[in-house]
Antibody, heavy 118, light 116 residues
């Protein structure tokens, strides 16, 4: 069974940092692009960042460029999101998801809540 | 980039049918979109992909037959027949508009479906 389990969320002050993790199991992790998608409270889904199979290519939504870094460790079947210079508008549930070759997000985790507030 | 527009809400009585609409912005009539279901407090779940001609590829794991899709012009539809209590969820359409090796995603605003 494919499972994606996020962790690392919490309450952080504006300007602070947080590192999210996503543990993958039930499939061979290394061949897949992976992504982070977030959802502000009561709002819709917003794509945040992607990373390719090897970690050599990554893409970000404009609002997080220069502040967030996506990475992965294929040996540990894990995906990460380093978030720096956090702002109130980054408050959201962050989901990791697997990307198929056709660009579908076929499996998602349950999410981890990040709250940026003083 | 494409814009996906969804009505904010829809409702149907238990056992009835409901059709949700995702409208693509002008110039994107050949694009395919993915439908996702999000139950309260849960992560999204992939349902299926739809193009102008209907379903593209296979449904997501465990998706019941009462979920179906169709397409026409700029609209992509998700129909739920014999709606059940567990279908009370938010439904999002999404699209990958990456131009090559990369993937870039955008989602509609979502439709909240209430089962009466």
């Amino acid at each position: 069974e494919v499972q994606l389990v996020e962790s690392g969320g919490g309450l952080v002050q504006p300007g602070g940092s947080l590192r999210l993790s996503c543990a993958a199991s039930g499939f061979i992790f290394s061949p897949y692009w992976m992504t982070w998608v977030r959802q502000a409270p009561g709002k819709g889904l917003e794509w945040v960042a992607n990373i390719n199979q090897h970690g050599s290519e990554n893409y970000y939504v404009d609002s997080v460029k220069g502040r967030f870094t996506i990475s992965r460790d294929n040996a540990k079947n894990s995906l990460y999101l380093q978030m720096n210079s956090l702002r109130a508008e980054d408050t959201a549930v962050y989901y990791c998801a697997r990307i198929t070759v056709s660009g579908t997000l076929d499996y998602w985790g349950q999410g981890t809540l990040v709250t940026v507030s003083s | 980039q494409p814009v996906l527009t969804q009505p904010p809400s829809a409702s149907a009585s238990l056992g009835a049918s409901v059709t949700l609409t995702c409208t693509l912005s002008s110039g994107h009539s050949n694009d395919k979109v993915d439908w996702y279901q999000q139950r309260p407090g849960k992560g999204p779940r992939f349902l299926m992909r739809v193009g102008k001609g209907g379903i593209v590829g296979s449904k997501g794991d465990g998706i019941p037959d009462r979920f179906s899709v169709s397409g026409s012009g700029l609209n992509r539809y998700l129909t739920i027949k014999n709606i059940q209590e567990e279908d009370d969820s938010d439904y999002y359409c999404g699209i990958d508009y990456g131009t090559g090796r990369e993937f870039v995603f955008v989602f509609g605003g979502g439709t909240k479906v209430t089962v009466l």
